[in-house]
């Protein structure tokens, strides 16, 4: 395995806590795919047979509903593990996995993990580790949907993504407008029209780049609590 994704991987929640031998063991039979745009990891229903670390790129997680549309539950990128629960459990994937980018995994059959898990307890601590992330991500996700504005959704999504501490900051948005809309829990009318309003903020968004002049502005922004409002 190449360095730079055999370090990203061991700082994955999923092997994070273990110690670096037990990490040598599960890596061992661990096999590296590297997959395209638009390539479908696994769909919602499948046997779920393995585990999966993302070592670069962007990866979609959406359920298909009653109705046909897609609604998209998270979105991944480096060092986030995915297919965890249902894979130890021997159930079949609730959702369906799409890279949006070009994209490196790191794959881990789940059979093999369920025996290592009974032969080291110290597996089962690092998958509860995991798990919690998880919980902990979705947690992040429904505060935003239930207590913030679409405006203060888009604001935290961008500085988010910022890679300077403050000041001036030049953002590359990492996939399509269609798809932040979605993981946002916006529609894409509404992504625009917040997009619009956040040059008032000193944000210029020009295709697929986001201009910044004061990322604390921005942050400000995003914490900001919408109840204040009331008491103006």
């Given amino acids: 395995m190449d360095p730079a994704i055999d370090a990203i991987v061991r700082r994955a929640a999923i ?5 670096p031998a037990l990490q040598d063991q599960v890596l061992a039979e661990a096999s590296v795919r590297r997959i395209a745009a638009g390539s479908t990891i696994f769909l919602q229903g499948e046997p779920a047979q393995a585990v999966f670390i993302l070592a670069e790129g962007w990866v979609k997680l ?3 509903t009653p109705s046909g549309n897609e609604a998209v539950v998270s979105v991944l990128t480096r060092g986030r593990s995915f297919g965890e629960a249902v894979a130890l459990r021997e159930l079949p994937y609730p959702l369906s996995a799409e890279a949006i980018t070009d994209a490196t995994l790191v794959r881990i059959d789940a059979a093999r993990l369920r025996q290592k898990m009974q032969e080291n307890p110290q597996i089962a601590i690092a998958l509860l ?33 910022a890679r300077c501490e403050d000041g001036a900051c030049e953002v590359t948005l990492p996939y399509n407008k269609a798809l932040i809309a979605g993981r946002l829990g916006m529609k894409p009318e509404s992504l625009s029209r917040a997009f619009a309003r956040l040059r008032e903020h ?5 295709s697929n780049t986001a201009r910044i002049e004061s990322l604390e502005a921005l942050r400000d922004l995003a914490s900001d609590d919408p109840g204040k409002a009331w008491s103006r």
């Avoid at 000193?202 to 020009?206: A, K, P, R, S």
């Fill in 129 to 161: 580790s995991a798990t919690y992330v998880h919980l902990q991500h979705l947690l992040n996700q429904v505060e935003q949907l239930k207590a913030r504005s679409g405006l203060q959704r888009v604001a935290m999504f961008l500085a988010d993504l």
């Fill in 15 to 19: 092997l994070e806590t273990a110690p």
């Fill in 202 to 206: 000193g944000v210029q968004i020009d």
């Fill in 62 to 64: 959406y359920r298909v």
